[in-house]
């Protein structure tokens, strides 16, 4: 059964200011080995990681105020993980938060990052020493998703979750190779900020049968903390590979999300949900049909009244008429740098646009990546 697990933080973000996140939209090339998905060229995707993590270190402008730095499901090589937690660890700013994923590793790897770094995965760790101790399962492999925390006092946590629902490409007959499928999922709770906020990994946003659905336990967790705090759940990350981010299955659940059709959700409504995917330059990931990565999107209730909106890089839209606005990006490799809107609804009668385009990077030639033109979101309905 899918488990959210609350994990308080110590964040301090600047009360009433608007926070700061950047969408990497980042390529993977993947190889099969051994019915893993492995990186086929670790070396090229490190070093785009890498200099990502050198851009928001060094904090150029108003970089400095990245809170939340997104990067794509299965993104990370395994190899450079103690790496990129070093440099998130040794000088990035506190109060920042990054997220990623990691490539496929065996399930016993995983319990030796759980073991790690088992103080924030007390939850996680007993689930995995639950199913190894049932069944033959030690070298299946394991989606796994990682959040790694400055906190106020510049401690770093890191905590990981494994992916619920596998995709075509990662469900086998032989059960000897199917995905493992995670039960414990994590809800950060920052404090003193009082911001929440919850990553998932791809399909586990949308997956559902006739029994449960990963996201009506979402909504009932976010109203339980509204209606026991008058919290919110203010950020839903989620974490993509995906050759159709515009499935009608995503847009089923964007749709019964923020819709309230069949109850009254005071959790979620102003919830911000990110979706971080991949880039067109994406390849190795099996499957009929034509992929299409990229279009990495921000969604946010109607009441923020964003007006329609059209650029290069960018539309803004209702997503075909559901009770959202939405910003798509396009498929190109980028970096796209957003304000998180304040959860409250405006004012009618204002003309601030809540959600504003700081930038939009795109690589260079030497493995860096540029600022370009000036964007910022206007426009209003």
Not at 302 to 315: A, C, L, M, T
């Amino acid at each position: 059964m899918f488990k959210i697990v609350e994990k308080p933080i110590n964040i301090d973000f600047l009360h009433g200011h608007h926070l700061h996140c950047m969408i990497c939209q980042l390529p993977s090339r993947f190889g099969t080995e051994n019915s893993f998905c492995r990186l086929a060229d670790p070396d090229r995707n490190w070093e785009e990681i890498r200099a990502v993590l050198h851009l928001i270190r060094e904090g150029s402008g108003n970089l400095k105020k990245c809170h939340f730095l997104i990067l794509p499901e299965a993104t990370v090589p395994a190899r450079d993980l103690e790496e990129a937690l070093g440099i998130i660890g040794s000088s990035f700013r506190p109060n920042s938060v990054v997220m990623f994923g990691l490539e496929h590793i065996r399930l016993t790897e995983y319990r030796e990052l759980l073991l790690r770094y088992q103080t924030d995965n007390a939850e996680a760790l007993a689930s995995v020493d639950e199913d190894l101790d049932a069944g033959d399962i030690a070298d299946i492999p394991v989606n796994v998703a990682i959040t790694a925390v400055k906190e106020a006092n510049d401690r770093l946590r890191v905590f990981l979750q494994a992916k619920s629902h596998p995709f075509v490409g990662e469900e086998h007959l032989d059960a000897q190779h199917d995905l493992y499928r995670g039960k414990v999922f994590p809800l950060f709770r920052c404090r003193p900020a009082c911001f929440n906020f919850m990553p998932v990994i791809c399909l586990d946003y949308v997956y559902r049968d006739v029994y449960q659905s990963n996201i009506n336990v979402i909504i009932d967790k976010a109203n339980q903390l509204f209606f026991q705090t008058r919290q919110r759940l203010d950020l839903l990350a989620v974490l993509e590979c995906n050759p159709k981010p515009e499935h009608r299955a995503f847009r089923d659940v964007v749709n019964g999300f923020y819709g309230e059709y069949l109850a009254y959700t005071p959790g979620v409504r102003d919830t911000i949900t990110v979706f971080c995917n991949t880039s067109e330059e994406t390849s190795g990931i099996a499957g009929g049909g034509n992929p299409t990565f990229g279009h990495s999107s921000v969604i946010i209730h109607q009441s923020h009244k964003i007006g329609p909106s059209q650029d290069n890089e960018f539309i803004s839209d209702d997503f075909g008429g559901l009770p959202v606005c939405r910003l798509r990006f396009g498929t190109a490799t980028r970096l796209y740098y957003f304000n998180l809107p304040l959860f409250h609804e405006l004012d009618p009668r204002t003309t601030r646009v809540p959600l504003k385009i700081h930038g939009i990077f795109q690589p260079t030639e030497t493995g860096g990546w540029t600022r370009m033109g000036g964007y910022e979101l206007s426009g209003r309905e």
